[in-house]
């Protein structure tokens, strides 16, 4: 790869590092903390969301790897992941209704489209489709961070809009050093990524619990 690309992924990671610092990140989403003791309906939701956060980086990462690599297990990385977005809007179903759980389907997956352009760009050295791609990829976390804040008062518009861009801040991590063949650090960027989308998760699930208490009392 040039060294165009790798340049234009590293402004790429400090502009949302800059928009969205981890230090504000940090407090806005600690406003919601766990209960000391949880009920087994909470426990139960926190588990299930953690799973599916969790599924989105892992599949994200396996997508990564073999489309840096050119190999063939790229597309059923792909499809797994598209079908983890599905399971995520989903999830959301219950509490918000089917169309909320479409409106959040639809949005993760031009979350993941945008992604799968973005490395095929980067891997092209296509600074045209990667500087388009990237836009959009910003603008695709601003309307998720919109649509979230709007179905829920505990999930402040500011915080979502942190939690995506820091999201998008260590995922762009994670591809550059897979692209630069640096994979220690590569492993280190997983494991802030795989770190973030927890805490992103029990964000969520304590946000759930606050607005609809009487589904957990037990």
């Known amino acids: 790869m040039k060294p165009g690309i790798h340049r234009l992924f590293a402004v790429a990671a400090l502009a949302v590092l800059l928009g969205a610092p981890a230090g504000a990140a940090g407090q806005r989403m600690t406003g919601m903390q766990h209960p000391a003791a949880a009920t087994s309906s909470e426990r ?6 953690r799973k599916l956060w969790t599924d989105h980086v892992v599949w994200t990462r396996e997508y990564v790897v073999a489309a840096v690599a050119g190999t063939p297990d790229a597309d059923a990385a792909a499809k797994r992941l598209m079908k983890n977005q599905e399971d995520i809007g989903a999830a959301i179903v219950p509490y918000y209704g089917k169309g909320a759980g479409d409106k959040l389907t639809a949005l993760l997956k031009e979350h993941i489209s945008i992604a799968v352009t973005l490395v095929n760009a980067a891997k092209t050295n296509n600074t045209a489709a990667f500087d388009a791609a990237n836009a959009t990829w910003k603008q695709n976390a601003a309307d998720i961070a919109v649509f979230l804040s709007k179905a829920n008062p505990n ?64």
């Open 44 to 49: 139960t939701l926190r588990e299930a969301m």
């Open 155 to 218: 999930w402040p518009a500011a915080a979502m809009t942190d939690a995506m861009n820091m999201h998008l801040e260590t995922t762009t991590k994670e591809v550059v050093a897979r692209l630069q063949h640096k994979y220690d650090e590569d492993v280190a960027a997983f494991d802030a990524v795989y770190i973030h989308i927890l805490h992103m998760a029990d964000v969520l699930s304590d946000g759930i619990i606050k607005q609809f208490p009487d589904r957990f009392r037990g």
